[in-house]
């Protein structure tokens, strides 16, 4: 059974930082792709940041180039979201995705081409 458990929310302040992390255990997902997506209340879900697993090919929601940055450890079992200048817009629930079906710029962001999911992890941005 895949797990992916996240961690790293929080509530902090206009301009402040939170770096969000994503453990994968059953699987690497080599081929596929990871990606962090972001829900607000009232909102659908949305994607924030993905990652061509095994390569160095990330994408980005144009809302947050420049601020956030994705990345993987070298082991491929942790995907990260770095999440810098935050904005009150940037608050929401937070979830890793990840799946074996290949990506790319014009696809990372389809919620159905993942299989698994986090448990979502809460990010506040307060004024």
């Known amino acids: 059974q895949v797990q992916l458990v996240e961690s790293g929310g929080g509530s902090v302040q206009v301009g402040g930082s939170l770096r969000l992390s994503c453990t994968a255990s059953?699987?690497?997902?080599?081929?596929?792709?990871m990606a962090w997506f972001r829900q607000s209340v009232g909102k659908e879900r949305e994607g924030v940041a993905g990652?061509?697993?095994?390569?160095?090919?990330?994408w980005y929601a144009d809302s947050v180039k420049g601020r956030f940055a994705i990345s993987q450890d070298d082991a491929g079992n942790t995907l990260y979201l770095q999440l810098n200048s935050l904005k009150s817009e940037d608050t929401a629930m937070y979830f890793c995705?990840?799946?074996?079906?290949?990506?790319?710029?014009?696809?990372?962001?389809?919620?159905?081409?993942?299989?698994?999911w986090g448990q979502g992890t809460q990010v506040t941005v307060s004024s």
């Open positions: 995705a990840a799946g074996t079906i290949f990506c790319s710029s014009g696809s990372w962001s389809y919620i159905n081409r993942y299989t698994d």
């Open positions: 059953g699987s690497t997902y080599r081929g596929g792709c």
């Open positions: 990652k061509r697993v095994g390569a160095n090919v990330t």
